[in-house]
């Protein structure tokens, strides 16, 4: 029985009813992540994406404080262009959906919200982490501790550039979540393919991604898996080229006093400028390739099932 906080869409409703494949899907990158009408443009190229692997789409978001898993059309163009729109996390969940606000799920929320409807994969664009200077400001995304207690497999390309990639791969093998690179051993960063680093795990089939999720449900494993999905070859940005643009940005938060939730769309918002667009292009461009790898991720899940 449907909660009664929660409202699935027509499509995610008869997706769930017949075990087809489903992709859950976030909603800051349309809130937080871009201008209207490109905000609209790119979450309906997303689902399309999705919906051509084979999979339906389910953006998950707070509207008027009921959590909606799927948007119809209609609901989608709406949180494109509402305002003062919360960012949600685990912790804003619950505050948002006792007093009526409408709210954009950020990957700890989407992921909660996803397990809630049972749906096993969501795709994102990078997951957060651990924040550059984290040992004195202790700056750490919810999004590794939700990986590690909630069952759902995320597709990301990485971990955002402006991070501190080292440190967020410690977290996450201290939570024991499994790192998977997708078709190289390589970790990718985001808008580049590789961060340097080396990824804990690999697997080249998105059905062997599948079968891994279902075996720790077997084995009574909390928590999820991280996929990390390289950035297409022909939209990347060089890890070398970004890494002085990083810099700057960061340079320029810390001068300005920028901490907490402000410090990710100050900096995404910097080198969007330092790049002349660049960075959103290639954002667009591995959201899409994520939609592809979860879909098949989805399909593969049911199969097995």
Not at 71 to 95: G, I
Request: charged share 20%; hydrophobic share 50%; glycine share 8%.
């Amino acid at each position: 029985m449907t909660p009664d906080y929660l409202t699935l869409s027509p499509d995610v409703a008869e997706a769930i009813a017949a075990n087809a494949p489903i992709v859950a899907l976030e909603s800051t990158i349309i809130t937080h992540g871009m201008p209207y009408p490109q905000n609209l443009e790119t979450a309906r190229q997303v689902e399309d994406e999705v919906r051509a692997a084979g999979a339906v789409p389910a953006t998950i978001a707070i509207l008027e404080g009921r959590l909606h898993v799927g948007l119809t059309r209609t609901e989608l163009e709406a949180l494109a262009q509402a305002k003062d729109v919360m960012k949600l996390s685990r912790a804003d969940l619950a505050v948002a959906l006792a007093t009526g606000r409408t709210g954009a799920t950020t990957v700890a929320a989407t992921m909660i919200a996803a397990n809630l409807a049972g749906i096993g994969v969501f795709a994102t664009g990078g997951i957060g982490g651990v924040h550059k200077g984290a040992e004195a400001s202790f700056d750490i995304s919810a999004d590794l501790m939700e990986l590690a207690q909630t069952a759902v497999t995320v597709v990301a390309a990485g971990a955002k550039a402006i991070l501190d990639i080292p440190k967020t791969l410690e977290v996450l093998e201290t939570q024991g979540v499994p790192v998977i690179a997708f078709g190289q051993d390589g970790f990718p960063a985001f808008w580049s393919r590789e961060s340097g680093l080396s990824a804990p795990l690999r697997m080249d089939r998105a059905e062997d991604i599948a079968a891994s999720a279902m075996m720790r449900a077997r084995l009574g494993l909390p928590g999820g898996q991280l996929v990390a999905n390289p950035i297409p070859e022909s939209d990347e940005i060089a890890a070398e080229t970004l890494a002085p643009i990083i810099a700057q940005a960061q340079a320029e938060a810390d001068a300005q006093g920028i901490t907490g939730k402000s410090v990710t769309p100050f900096l995404l918002q910097r080198i969007f400028e330092l790049t002349e667009g660049r960075s959103l292009t290639a954002n667009i461009a591995l959201v899409l390739n994520n939609a592809r790898l979860a879909a098949a991720i989805a399909c593969a899940m049911v199969a097995q099932d």
